[in-house]
């Protein structure tokens, strides 16, 4: 049997979080620690900025309330593919290159010891179930968004968001989320330049963060905590298995341990 007859096997790890929280680091620290294995990125997913609304009182583009922030059609239709394939399409553009995220190193032995351990595992999974296995990392600052709690008279079309969004939700293998204070992540932020998908550069205008940008990440994750508290409430179990890393208080090293130890366990034969 050939490479390209050999069905696949997708583990999905979803990796979501506050902009500037560390999500992109922590991927790509797994995708070294992972032989088989890429990262996608909802960023992406971003539509054009002719189709997201502006604001009324600035008069900038919000690019990241959730209902329109991402096309989740578009997205919800990848990862589907994605888990039935196991191939990225050839077509598919990722902006993340433009993108600088400050390096956060971890030690090259502990990749290589994960790295070794996964291809064990899946070099024992091919030989026994006549799989590959592959390692997708979505990572993404409105991953978990569900507008469950919308009401559904709203908007007919706020139905098909839904099933398209718990789609996403329940595709998931695993469900990681970087916590971090408000005033780092706006720090952060602040440091650093965006690429959209027409190739400008964004840089957030004077009041973005405070009218846009973190009150879209509080009503984007309020469901997910007890008493609706993002920013210290426990999980609450609405998100299934929820892996919560206070970023900012954990090493970087220890959150790859952590994760790697879930996805190198996990139950890959439980449909």
Sequence with gaps: MTTQETPTRVITVGIGGATSSGKTIL??????CLHN????????????????????EYGFTDWDNPPGAIDWDRMAAFLSGLKQTGNVPADHQ??????????????????????????????????????KLVWALIDGFLLYWDEARTTISSAVCLKSWLIMLKRIVSDLDMRVFLRVPEDVARKRREARA??????DTWHDPPHYWEK???????????HMFEGEDVVNGSPNGKVKDLILFESTE???E???NVVMQRALSFNVNAK
């Design 27 to 32: 991927a790509k620290h797994l995708q070294n």
């Design 37 to 56: 294995s890429y990262i996608i990125h909802q960023d992406d997913f971003v539509p054009p900025a002719e189709k997201l609304p502006i604001d009324e």
């Design 94 to 131: 990722s902006f993340d290159n433009y993108n600088n995220t400050t390096p956060v190193p971890i030690e090259d032995q502990a990749i290589e010891e994960w790295r070794r351990k996964s291809e064990r595992i899946a070099s024992d999974h091919l030989e026994k179930y006549g799989e």
């Design 194 to 199: 965006y690429y959209t998908p027409e190739g």
């Design 212 to 222: 846009i940008v973190w009150p879209a990440y509080i009503r984007a994750h309020q």
């Design 250 to 252: 954990t090493k970087m």
């Design 254 to 256: 220890d959150m790859v």
